[in-house]
């Protein structure tokens, strides 16, 4: 059996990436890695979210800066974001594969062996 974490950049609220990410988890028996969780996000009970970054995404002083405008339009905010996902979660490492399941994850910087499948959520706007 192969350990899988899932990895998904930021759950500003409950979308179409974060819908797969908590299904993913729920499929796959897997954690789920996040930089952070909005305080108005109302996560599942059955599906272990891991923020990484909560405090830096949602305390003062930083949290004016990075928090999540305009549908992730935020240059500093998705920045951060991405740069706080090339040297993510240290528990990461402990598992054989990693589900990337949004644009930034792709970010994380694997351990050598380690498998990545990258499901990359388009953002499309009609």
Do not use: C
């Amino acid at each position: 059996m192969t350990d899988v974490a899932i990895l998904h950049d930021r759950f500003p609220g409950i979308g179409g990436g974060e819908a797969f990410a908590i299904e993913a988890a729920r499929v796959l028996d897997a954690p789920i890695y996040t930089t952070y969780v909005t305080a108005d996000t109302e996560l599942p009970s059955d599906v272990e979210v891991i923020p990484f970054q909560q405090s830096k995404y949602t305390s003062l002083p930083w949290r004016p800066l990075l928090e999540w405008k305009n549908e992730g339009m935020n240059p500093l905010e998705t920045l951060n974001v991405a740069l706080d996902l090339t040297d993510a979660h240290p528990a990461l490492t402990e598992y054989d594969m990693v589900l990337e399941s949004a644009p930034l994850s792709k970010y994380y910087v694997p351990d050598v062996g380690q498998r990545i499948v990258h499901y990359p959520v388009s953002y499309t706007h009609l």
